[in-house]
């Protein structure tokens, strides 16, 4: 699956759209073909902080728990309920399940992070193939 | 996200590149490079519950004892009564230290008189064929042979597994009761050990074929042709863990090991202390006079949302830590988050709430009869 090239990416496996001030936040292919089969999402409120960096809540699969890591600092103003009862939507479209979207408090944290070629280049350095 | 890749000093069954051709997810399993993931571990353990699946498990160990001390050596290695198998039966049982303790969870199979091969675990060979040639070496009558390293094995399970082999055996299958196995023709390989035996709490085979690659992945590729019309996966050490979680049946370096006894377990029907004697008896026999096991293995079901994990500790409702989980999942067959944790047995009662501590937070738990998941029993 390709990397939507008007996404941003973190090295933890995030990928952040940005649309004015409001950044939509989800996992990306590469992270939920690592997990293998969703099956729980731990995700903050509506009005809750995060901050660029730091943990905001985890994933889940089968096998594994995962952190989730906030791409940018700011506020939540909308958390994909549809998560709760089918994560599995996540193994089916990274791309476009969403988990969060987000006030930025600072839209230059978006430059720090990585273009979809630069990540892409990350994974397969990742995984060595 | 931990890096799939493995080094290249991990070992390799003979399936490895038919398993990276297939673009399996490969893990380092005790030392081994293992599909993890086939094609899903939801779907992969699915199938094996409601038709079939394929599992490489070659990377088990296979120690035989040949000549006629061969019983006497068993009987003093393993717990369970070797002198009650039949030629062509099977049994669970352990090598113990003399504490009491697992060196390691076995299958006893008797070949034939002074014939017997005991397949052992994966991350504890080395581990188990010192200690076989540590513990009998110096009895008479009996040849240590380490065939770990000569068998391709594979586990055909589910249901539909038996019209799966079928298909690739003149053997009659339905002759083999379980925890019996015979020889026979599978694939036109002859002499084939068929066993009646697996690690899914399923219905279902394991065969021991020749480990060179071409014939391995010959078979491997026969038995999953065999198996389309009923849904067949090869399927990977996850579904292989969550398959045998749910059946409740323990797995070394989780549920037993060198710090945790035969009692403890729970696997003290498999100990037949009334044998004369076997390494560990007089231990298990000393915990028993004194009042057996303070601490019991308990099957644990989430009540509250949260999947308890893999050495997550247990605590009481006063805040009293009871213990630790040994493994814990989530149920793909029975939709539900379960987990084995030894607590002391005062707090180990059916429907006992207990909390799991999840990253930080208390979750409620209830201790619930094991197994978990108990397949129909078949009329054949």
């Given at each position: ?34 997990l ?6 731990d ?53 476009t ?23 892409e ?9 | 996200m931990s ?11 003979a399936?490895?590149a ?23 571990l ?55 230290y ?9 299958i ?9 091969l ?16 540590k513990?009998i ?7 240590v ?5 000569y068998?391709?094995?594979l586990?055909?399970?589910g ?5 799966t ?8 299958l ?21 066993a009646?035996?697996?690690y ?34 090869a ?5 292989r863990?969550?398959l ?37 008896r007089?231990?298990?026999l ?7 096991p ?63 501590e ?11 009869p094991?197994p978990f998941?108990?397949r129909?029993?078949k009329?054949?």
């Open positions: 699956m390709a990397y939507p090239a008007d996404y941003r990416y973190t090295k933890e496996h995030e990928w952040i759209k940005v649309d004015g001030t409001i950044g939509t936040v989800g996992i990306t292919d590469y992270a939920q073909n690592s293998g089969d969703i099956v729980f999402v995700l903050p409120k509506v009005g809750d902080a995060v901050e660029a960096g730091k943990s905001f809540g985890s994933v889940e699969s089968v096998k594994a728990v995962s952190d989730l890591f906030a791409p940018v600092s700011g506020t939540v103003t909308a958390v994909n309920e549809d998560l709760k009862d089918a994560p599995e939507k996540i193994n089916a479209d990274a791309n399940t969403w988990l969060l979207k987000v006030e930025l408090s600072d839209a230059k944290q978006v430059d720090a992070l990585l273009s979809a070629a630069e990540y280049k990350f994974t397969s350095e990742e995984t060595g193939h | 890096d799939t890749t493995a080094p290249t000093e991990l070992r390799k069954t399936l490895n038919v398993h990276r051709a297939a673009k399996s997810k490969m893990v380092d399993f005790g030392g081994w490079d293992m599909p993890v993931d086939c094609c899903g939801i779907a992969e353990h699915m199938a094996v519950r409601t038709a079939v699946g394929v599992f490489d498990v070659s990377h088990m160990g296979d120690i035989q004892l040949r000549g006629p001390g061969s019983l006497a050596a068993v009987q003093h290695l393993c717990m369970n009564d070797a002198s009650k198998l039949a030629v062509g039966q099977a049994h669970y049982s352990a090598m113990l003399p504490n009491g303790t697992f060196v390691d969870d076995v006893v199979h008797k070949l034939s008189e002074n014939d017997y005991i397949v052992i675990n994966a991350g504890t060979r080395e581990k188990d064929v010192q200690w076989v040639r513990t070496g110096h009895m008479p009558g009996v040849h042979n380490d065939f770990s390293d068998y391709t094995q586990a055909i399970q249901p539909r597994a038996a019209e082999l079928q298909k690739l055996t003149p053997t009659d339905s002759t083999i009761k379980n925890y019996w196995f015979t020889w026979g023709q599978v694939c036109g390989l002859h002499n084939v050990m068929i009646r035996t697996g899914t709490g399923e219905d279902g085979f394991e065969i021991y074929i020749p480990s060179d690659e071409p014939t391995s992945a010959r078979v491997w590729g026969e038995v999953l042709a065999a198996g389309a019309e009923f849904g067949i996966l399927c990977g050490l996850g579904a863990n969550t045998r979680l749910e059946a409740a049946m323990a797995l070394y370096g989780h549920e037993i090991s060198d710090t945790i006894n035969v009692l403890e377990a729970g696997l003290g029907r498999y100990a037949k202390l009334d044998k004369p004697e076997f390494v560990g007089d231990a298990l000393a915990i028993q006079a004194d009042g057996g303070k601490r019991k293995l308990v099957g644990l079901e989430m009540i509250e949302r949260g999947i308890g994990r893999d050495g997550y500790p247990v605590f009481s409702f006063d805040g009293k830590r009871l213990g630790e989980i040994t493994s814990g999942s989530p149920s793909p067959f029975l939709k539900k988050n379960i987990a084995l944790a030894y607590v002391p047995v005062e707090n180990g009662a059916l429907d006992t709430e207990l909390a799991v999840i990253r930080g937070q208390m979750v409620k738990a209830k201790v619930v094991t998941y108990k129909a029993k009329t054949t």
